[in-house]
């Protein structure tokens, strides 16, 4: 079956003050309609800039997307015209973001929020939007939506306020839709329930969902695929069962075993708590020949320092790239 | 056996003395350092000007209306006949004393205000904020002229007339100030070493709490040479001193024949002040740190 | 219903600083060399002491300090200002004529230059490093620095006196002659440069504390909520963003009533337009205390009721305020 979104040999370049830098490195990735994939690594790895690039929405002045493609539905997004980009976003293409308290118009109610992407992208009249906007909030699960429709967002919670964002990008009925980070901000409670929110209106709709996330636990319990991102660079993909099995780049294995509750699920064993030593390369240091992982791992070798490791192909779709791949 | 990780050295920076930063980061503000040095000028003028070229300005030196350049007299004459160079010269004094003054004083109530209000909160605050309130209600200069026409024109009742009337803006900064410094860190760190009230105000808030409230004194001279400017042009001076307001004013019926009367003062007034502001927002950018990101 | 509870509060609390302004008032006419008496003699032509007397009797000025405050918040609240020797007439008949002209000059004055600045805000929000931008923030200082009287006097000479385009003083040209359209086109014109003037000040302040807040604004998290749905760049702007942007400068505004109520004595001066600052101006010269004093109460009053409204203005603007959260 044909991909929905296909990424390839992506390079998103950041202007700092030290010069450019390739915050996404080469990556290539394939997503189908209805699948859930999940985009991991830790923080300034820049999963979050593979988002706003596919939305067309990188910083004006600071950040473009300097070669590769991101062909969508037979588009290539990076060719599209403005206008195109615009009729996507929230409509086809859809994205809500990590600090709910924040990202949602403090002066207008949400019911309008909600409304006015339907009017815009579906032509729908003030009235039949609104009605639309009150069964949206009631499909995200906030109780009493009639009411709470003409409500503005500094009366809700935090977890209100997201589920609020996925009533808006939800809206339309979009393709795809991208989720960066968003339970970051809440209490683990409330997160438990936003991702099955998140997974229940993704099945009902066959809205394929791209989630950004440093939380190894969201991975396990939402997605089928994962690809997890090292300074810019794509470490390690594949299935997510595969991957937690038997995880092919050390990278991706240091960051498991942080996990305890997932190894003792799987595996049934029991392994000490270990940590990664170290910290994630500075964004100057993007880019360069070499693994960039190389300072931190503990199979290092003077390849690792003097050459960019390949992608090595495991069965079923899983790639790593490590020139130890097979012996990880 | 896992590797030691390789952490990379950083460089330490030595880092600088507060002050050196802001003064580096004012000097590279060309349109300040150029308002400032406009601004000693004419300092030095309103100094020494008035002993370097000793006309009178009261005294007719000329026919009247004569215009600039003519008879050796740079600037012309008034409606009197007076020369406008030393009408100048001498006005720059009145209007830069007063200024400088009334600001202070303005600075001076403003600061007590607004320090003790944030402090003390509590029905301090809630009393001295009304009051506040009750002086910013008033427009100013109906107020300094009301004071001015009941106990006479004086070049003191002036001062105070501008500096009781102005002082709400600077109370408001620095209640501000006080407000949000008193719960940061290391002021709780000294409260709870035993610090004394007064020494806490003065000596550890109150200095961190200036650079916002420098800008604004800063600005507060512009708005005092205005001020008095203005009070001048209505004629509510001292009859027995020049100011660039009162020529402006007395020259007012003029302006058919002799414009030159009238816009010249101003241009002075207008310069001083301008250079004022733009060494205020000079100030504004070097001392305020949320800017200096940009 | 939280509402009309806002506008009472702030009702009562005007009429309390209010009050207080009355208080100032009185004291201020008490702490004055010489009285009430003082003045009517001088216009007189002076008097012997018996008649002096006879005033004091008269006015009550022989009473405890109390008691006169009281009689003369009496007398506000009958809406007595007191009695102008200079003009005849009472203090409260001759604010009233005059105060019209002021309310004209003051608020067209300050809604030009909040619409003014609002655009001019908004443009180099959009374009940091434009023209426009840098214009703005050249306008600000001159219009900031330049003393009010000394505009007015250089718009005069410029528009008026060199090319005829506009009048050079007052209110109407009592000459002319016609309908309704063709007063009011006088008056517009008459209206133009001292409102120019006045608002130069302002406009200067808007346009830049507009533009700053725009450009906060364009870059907070909810713009980029709004651009991730695909709203166009007009209603991200206009609708998006500005609504957040004019709470502060609406703020402003009302803040600034009694700056601009003070640069209307000037403008007033400048262009003899018959208002209160003129009529301020004329009696500070005459020596008129009460009518000083009763133009200082009206305009605390104009400047009070002004706040007042800036601040029910907000609450449309700005949901959150009033509002529990």
Same mark, same amino acid.
């Given at each position: 079956?044909?991909?929905?979104?296909?990424?390839?040999?992506?390079?998103?370049?950041?202007?700092?003050?030290?010069?450019?830098?390739?915050?996404?490195?080469?990556?290539?990735?394939?997503?189908?309609?209805?699948?859930? +994939?999940?985009?991991?690594?830790?923080?300034?790895?820049?999963?979050?800039?593979t988002?706003?690039?596919?939305?067309?929405?990188?910083?004006?002045?600071?950040g473009?997307?300097?070669?590769?493609?991101?062909?969508?539905?037979?588009?290539?997004?990076?060719?599209?015209?403005?206008?195109?980009?615009?009729?996507?976003?929230?409509?086809? +293409?859809?994205?809500?973001?990590?600090?709910?308290?924040?990202?949602? #118009?403090?002066?207008?109610?949400?019911?309008?929020?909600?409304?006015?992407?339907l009017?815009?992208?579906?032509?729908?009249?003030?009235?039949?939007?609104?009605?639309?906007?009150?069964?949206?909030?009631?499909?995200?699960?906030?109780? #009493?939506?009639?009411?709470?429709?003409?409500?503005?967002?500094?009366?809700?919670?935090?977890?209100?306020?997201?589920?609020?964002?996925?009533?808006?990008?939800?809206?339309?009925?979009?393709?795809?839709?991208?989720?960066?980070?968003?339970?970051?901000?809440?209490?683990?409670?409330?997160?438990?329930? +936003?991702?099955?929110?998140?997974?229940?209106?993704?099945?009902?709709?066959?809205?394929a969902?791209?989630?950004?996330?440093?939380?190894?636990?969201?991975?396990?319990?939402?997605?089928?695929?994962?690809?997890?991102?090292?300074?810019?660079?794509?470490?390690?993909?594949?299935?997510?069962e595969?991957?937690?099995?038997?995880?092919?780049?050390?990278y991706?294995?240091?960051?498991?075993?942080?996990?305890?509750?997932?190894?003792a699920?799987?595996?049934?064993?029991?392994?000490?708590?270990?940590?990664?030593?170290?910290?994630?390369?500075?964004?100057?240091?993007?880019?360069?020949?070499?693994?960039?992982?190389?300072?931190?791992?503990?199979?290092?070798?003077?390849?690792?320092?003097?050459?960019?490791?390949?992608?090595?192909?495991?069965?079923?779709?899983?790639?790593?790239?490590?020139?130890?791949?097979?012996?990880? | 056996?896992?590797?030691?990780?390789?952490?990379?050295?950083?460089?330490?920076?030595?880092?600088?003395?507060?002050?050196?930063?802001?003064?580096?980061?004012?000097?590279?503000?060309?349109?300040?350092?150029?308002?400032?040095?406009?601004?000693?000028l004419? %300092?030095?003028?309103?100094?020494?000007?008035?002993?370097?070229?000793?006309?009178?300005?009261?005294?007719?030196?000329?026919?009247?209306?004569?215009?600039?350049?003519?008879?050796?007299?740079?600037?012309?004459?008034?409606?009197?006949?007076?020369?406008?160079?030393?009408?100048?010269?001498?006005?720059?004094?009145?209007?830069?004393?007063?200024?400088?003054?009334?600001?202070?004083?303005? %600075?001076?109530?403003?600061?007590?205000?607004?320090?003790?209000?944030?402090f003390?909160?509590?029905?301090?605050?809630?009393?001295?904020?009304?009051?506040?309130?009750?002086?910013?209600?008033?427009?100013?200069?109906?107020?300094?002229?009301?004071?001015?026409?009941?106990?006479?024109?004086?070049?003191?009742?002036?001062?105070?007339?501008?500096?009781?009337?102005?002082?709400?803006?600077?109370?408001?900064i620095?209640?501000?100030?006080?407000?949000?410094?008193?719960?940061?860190?290391?002021?709780?760190?000294?409260?709870?070493?035993?610090?004394?009230?007064a020494?806490?105000?003065?000596?550890?808030?109150?200095?961190?709490a200036?650079?916002?409230?420098?800008?604004?004194?800063?600005?507060?001279?512009?708005?005092?040479?205005?001020?008095?400017?203005?009070?001048?042009?209505?004629?509510?001076?001292?009859p027995? %001193? %020049?100011?660039?307001?009162?020529?402006?004013?007395?020259?007012?019926?003029?302006?058919?024949?002799a414009?030159?009367?009238?816009?010249?003062?101003?241009?002075?007034?207008?310069?001083?002040?301008?250079?004022?502001?733009?060494?205020?927002?000079?100030?504004?950018?070097?001392?305020?740190?949320?800017?200096?990101?940009? | 219903?939280?509402?009309?509870?806002?506008?009472?509060?702030?009702?009562?609390?005007?009429?309390?600083?209010?009050?207080?302004?009355?208080v100032?008032?009185?004291?201020?006419?008490?702490?004055?060399?010489?009285?009430?008496?003082?003045?009517?003699?001088?216009?007189?032509?002076?008097?012997?002491?018996?008649?002096?007397?006879?005033?004091?009797?008269?006015?009550?000025?022989?009473?405890?300090?109390?008691?006169?405050?009281?009689?003369?918040?009496?007398?506000?609240?009958?809406?007595?200002?007191?009695?102008?020797?200079?003009?005849?007439t009472?203090?409260?008949?001759?604010?009233?004529?005059?105060?019209?002209?002021?309310?004209?000059?003051?608020?067209?004055?300050?809604?030009?230059?909040?619409?003014?600045?609002?655009?001019?805000?908004?443009?180099?929000?959009?374009?940091?490093?434009?023209?426009?931008?840098?214009?703005?923030?050249?306008?600000?200082?001159?219009?900031?620095?330049?003393?009010?009287?000394?505009?007015?006097?250089?718009?005069?000479?410029?528009?008026?006196?060199?090319?005829?385009?506009?009048?050079?003083?007052?209110?109407?040209?009592?000459?002319?002659?016609?309908?309704?359209?063709?007063?009011?086109?006088?008056?517009?014109?008459?209206?133009v440069?001292?409102?120019?003037?006045?608002?130069?000040?302002?406009?200067?302040?808007?346009?830049?504390?507009?533009?700053?807040?725009?450009?906060?604004?364009?870059?907070?998290?909810?713009?980029?909520?709004?651009?991730?749905?695909?709203?166009?760049?007009?209603?991200?702007?206009?609708?998006?963003a500005?609504?957040?942007?004019?709470?502060?400068?609406?703020?402003?505004?009302?803040?600034?009533?009694s700056?601009?109520?003070?640069?209307?004595?000037?403008?007033?001066?400048?262009?003899?337009?018959?208002?209160?600052?003129?009529?301020?101006?004329?009696?500070?010269?005459?020596?008129?205390?009460?009518?000083?004093?009763?133009?200082?109460?009206?305009?605390?009053?104009?400047?009070?009721?002004?706040?007042?409204?800036?601040?029910?203005?907000?609450?449309?603007?700005?949901?959150?305020?009033?509002?529990?959260?």
């Amino acid at each position: 079956m044909e991909p929905l979104l296909t990424v390839e040999n992506l390079r998103i370049e950041l202007t700092t003050r030290d010069g450019i830098a390739p915050v996404i490195d080469d990556l290539s990735f394939d997503l189908h309609a209805g699948e859930t +994939i999940s985009f991991v690594g830790e923080s300034g790895c820049g999963k979050s800039m593979t988002a706003l690039g596919i939305m067309g929405l990188l910083p004006d002045k600071i950040g473009r997307i300097a070669s590769g493609k991101i062909i969508f539905n037979g588009e290539d997004l990076t060719t599209t015209s403005e206008q195109r980009l615009r009729e996507i976003r929230g409509n086809e +293409i859809s994205m809500i973001f990590q600090e709910p308290m924040t990202s949602l #118009n403090p002066v207008y109610t949400v019911g309008e929020q909600i409304a006015e992407v339907l009017r815009a992208h579906q032509g729908l009249g003030k009235k039949a939007a609104w009605d639309s906007a009150v069964e949206l909030l009631d499909a995200v699960r906030i109780p #009493n939506a009639q009411r709470r429709v003409s409500d503005y967002p500094f009366q809700m919670s935090g977890g209100q306020r997201q589920r609020v964002m996925i009533a808006m990008a939800l809206a339309c009925e979009p393709k795809i839709l991208i989720a960066d980070e968003p339970t970051t901000a809440l209490d683990v409670t409330v997160q438990a329930q +936003i991702f099955d929110l998140l997974r229940d209106l993704s099945n009902q709709s066959g809205t394929a969902i791209i989630m950004i996330t440093h939380d190894m636990g969201a991975v396990a319990e939402m997605a089928e695929r994962m690809i997890v991102m090292y300074a810019g660079r794509n470490a390690e993909q594949g299935p997510v069962e595969n991957i937690i099995d038997h995880p092919r780049h050390p990278y991706t294995k240091g960051l498991i075993s942080c996990v305890p509750h997932i190894m003792a699920k799987l595996t049934k064993e029991r392994h000490e708590l270990t940590e990664v030593g170290g910290i994630v390369p500075s964004l100057s240091e993007f880019g360069q020949d070499k693994c960039l992982f190389a300072s931190r791992c503990n199979m290092v070798t003077q390849k690792c320092l003097e050459k960019r490791p390949p992608e090595i192909e495991f069965k079923g779709g899983h790639r790593s790239a490590c020139w130890f791949a097979e012996k990880v | 056996m896992s590797k030691s990780p390789i952490i990379p050295e950083e460089e330490i920076q030595k880092a600088r003395h507060p002050m050196a930063e802001a003064a580096e980061m004012f000097a590279k503000n060309y349109a300040a350092v150029a308002a400032l040095i406009v601004l000693l000028l004419i %300092v030095l003028a309103a100094i020494f000007g008035p002993t370097l070229y000793p006309t009178d300005p009261f005294e007719m030196v000329w026919a009247p209306f004569s215009p600039p350049g003519e008879g050796g007299f740079l600037l012309g004459t008034d409606y009197l006949g007076r020369d406008l160079v030393a009408a100048l010269l001498h006005g720059a004094r009145v209007s830069i004393i007063i200024g400088l003054a009334a600001a202070f004083m303005s %600075v001076f109530i403003g600061v007590t205000v607004g320090a003790l209000a944030g402090f003390y909160r509590g029905w301090v605050e809630e009393v001295l904020m009304r009051i506040t309130e009750f002086f910013q209600v008033l427009p100013t200069l109906l107020f300094s002229m009301v004071i001015v026409a009941l106990f006479g024109a004086s070049l003191p009742i002036i001062t105070i007339a501008i500096g009781v009337v102005s002082w709400t803006a600077v109370a408001r900064i620095t209640r501000s100030e006080f407000l949000r410094i008193r719960e940061l860190e290391y002021v709780m760190a000294s409260r709870a070493s035993g610090a004394s009230n007064a020494k806490l105000m003065f000596k550890i808030i109150l200095p961190n709490a200036l650079p916002p409230i420098i800008v604004q004194a800063a600005l507060m001279v512009g708005s005092a040479i205005l001020f008095e400017a203005g009070l001048s042009f209505l004629g509510l001076t001292d009859p027995n %001193v %020049v100011s660039w307001g009162q020529v402006i004013g007395s020259n007012r019926q003029y302006i058919l024949d002799a414009s030159y009367t009238v816009t010249i003062p101003g241009l002075a007034i207008f310069v001083t002040v301008l250079c004022i502001s733009l060494v205020g927002d000079g100030l504004n950018d070097a001392l305020n740190p949320k800017l200096r990101q940009r | 219903m939280a509402f009309l509870k806002a506008v009472i509060t702030r009702t009562l609390y005007a009429a309390l600083l209010l009050a207080a302004v009355l208080v100032l008032n009185f004291s201020m006419m008490h702490l004055a060399p010489g009285d009430v008496a003082d003045t009517i003699s001088q216009s007189m032509g002076g008097a012997d002491a018996a008649v002096l007397e006879e005033i004091r009797k008269d006015y009550g000025l022989d009473q405890p300090f109390l008691v006169q405050l009281g009689s003369y918040f009496n007398k506000v609240l009958h809406f007595d200002l007191g009695y102008s020797f200079f003009y005849n007439t009472s203090v409260t008949g001759l604010i009233m004529q005059k105060l019209p002209a002021t309310l004209l000059l003051v608020v067209t004055a300050q809604v030009l230059a909040l619409f003014v600045g609002i655009v001019l805000g908004v443009y180099s929000a959009r374009n940091p490093n434009g023209l426009s931008s840098h214009f703005v923030s050249i306008l600000a200082l001159f219009g900031y620095s330049a003393p009010v009287f000394w505009t007015g006097i250089l718009l005069l000479i410029g528009f008026s006196l060199n090319v005829h385009w506009f009048p050079v003083a007052g209110m109407y040209d009592l000459t002319v002659e016609g309908g309704f359209f063709v007063k009011l086109w006088d008056l517009i014109r008459h209206m133009v440069l001292p409102v120019i003037t006045l608002s130069s000040i302002f406009l200067a302040l808007y346009s830049r504390l507009c533009r700053a807040t725009m450009m906060e604004v364009l870059g907070s998290d909810y713009i980029r909520t709004a651009k991730a749905k695909g709203l166009s760049e007009r209603e991200i702007v206009y609708k998006h963003a500005l609504k957040n942007s004019l709470s502060p400068v609406i703020t402003l505004a009302g803040l600034q009533f009694s700056a601009v109520i003070s640069g209307a004595v000037l403008v007033e001066t400048v262009f003899s337009w018959p208002g209160l600052g003129t009529l301020a101006f004329q009696s500070i010269i005459a020596r008129d205390t009460p009518t000083i004093l009763g133009i200082l109460f009206f305009s605390a009053l104009v400047v009070i009721v002004g706040n007042l409204l800036t601040d029910l203005a907000l609450r449309f603007v700005d949901p959150r305020i009033g509002r529990k959260g």
